[in-house]
């Protein structure tokens, strides 16, 4: 199937796209999900023999084959079925981008001052599925879709956890901890007073608590900076109305949240002549809705 009844029209549109990609780039079969065909899945017996088909350079699938494992001997979570099968999921999307951009550290260093108005000197790291090396900052598991470490110019450590947003919502659930409440009442976070009982709700929960973990992660490992951004398609009006509400819980907003648009940066991406070729094959997989059209 090329859609999906109970979905929206607008993720319907990013769904065919992730079809039209399997059958005209990839020539793969469709794959089943729940026993039922669906056009964005491979099949187990394609991603058996070519297991790196959904992963757009070599640098990509090279660091995806290194990564998963560390993550999974860290007691973090991938699921490798999806990671590798599902078309349409964020989670490849975000090895796509980041697992490519970490082999270009100067490049990326330029692309990403561009997208999220940071003053990057030099990348210290960039890994995809991240998280503390101790739980002692939430207590759970709350971790980061991709995080980039780095110095500026004056010497100053910063980082940013990134969350990549692709046609899935935020998660739909309200989580709560005295932890939570803790690092939101902490005036370094920047949360205004009440913030908690607002942000809980199940529009926000997963921003705020990459937000919090970002907050607890700048103080007390000592980092200068420390941002969480949000990177999401241009049209994505949910993730708008999700970030309007978290903003107006925070007197300064720019000082722990940045949002960005994967068209921006892959703009910026295809001004660099080595990135150039990488940009638009990004932009033929995940934007480019005229293909379909």
């Known amino acids: ?32 999900f729940r026993g039922r065909y669906r056009g964005n899945h491979l099949s187990p017996e394609w991603v058996a023999r070519y297991p790196n088909a959904n992963f757009l350079t070599r640098e990509v699938s090279d660091y995806v084959d290194s990564r998963v494992p560390e993550v999974l001997a860290q007691g973090g979570v991938i699921e490798e079925n999806r990671l590798r099968a599902n078309l349409l ?8 981008l980041f697992g490519h951009l970490r082999a270009y550290p100067e490049h990326a260093t330029t692309v990403l001052n561009a997208t999220f108005d940071l003053q990057i000197e030099t990348i210290k790291a960039i890994e995809v599925e991240w998280a503390p090396d101790t739980a002692s ?11 980039v470490e ?19 919502p935020f998660t739909l659930q309200e989580y709560d901890r005295p932890s939570y409440r803790r690092v939101a009442d902490d005036p370094s976070s920047g949360f205004k007073p009440g913030a908690a009982d607002v942000l809980k709700g199940k529009s926000t929960n997963q921003l705020w608590r990459n937000a919090l973990l970002a907050a607890s992660i700048r103080k007390e ?21 999700a970030v309007k509400s978290f903003e107006s819980q ?44």
Not at 137 to 147: I, Q, V
Not at 221 to 241: I, M, N
Not at 278 to 293: C, E, G, H, M
């Open 221 to 241: 490992e000592g980092f200068d900076l420390g941002h969480v951004a949000v990177l999401a398609c241009r049209d994505d009006r949910g993730l708008a109305t």
């Open 89 to 96: 999921s964020s989670q490849p999307l975000c090895f796509n």
């Open 137 to 147: 900052h939430l207590g759970d598991k709350t971790a980061f879709d991709a995080y």
């Open 150 to 168: 780095y110095t500026t110019a004056g010497g100053k450590s910063g980082f940013i956890g990134v969350e990549t947003k692709y046609t899935e």
């Open 1 to 32: 199937m090329l859609k999906v009844g109970s979905e929206s029209a607008w993720r319907a549109k990013y769904r065919l796209l992730q079809s039209w990609y399997r059958q005209m780039v990839i020539k793969a079969p469709a794959g089943k």
């Open 250 to 293: 925070m007197d300064e907003p720019l000082s722990l949240l940045r949002v960005a648009n994967y068209e921006d940066l892959i703009d910026e991406a295809d001004k660099i002549p080595a990135l150039a070729d990488w940009a638009s094959a990004f932009n033929r997989r995940y934007l480019d809705l005229s293909q379909i059209t």
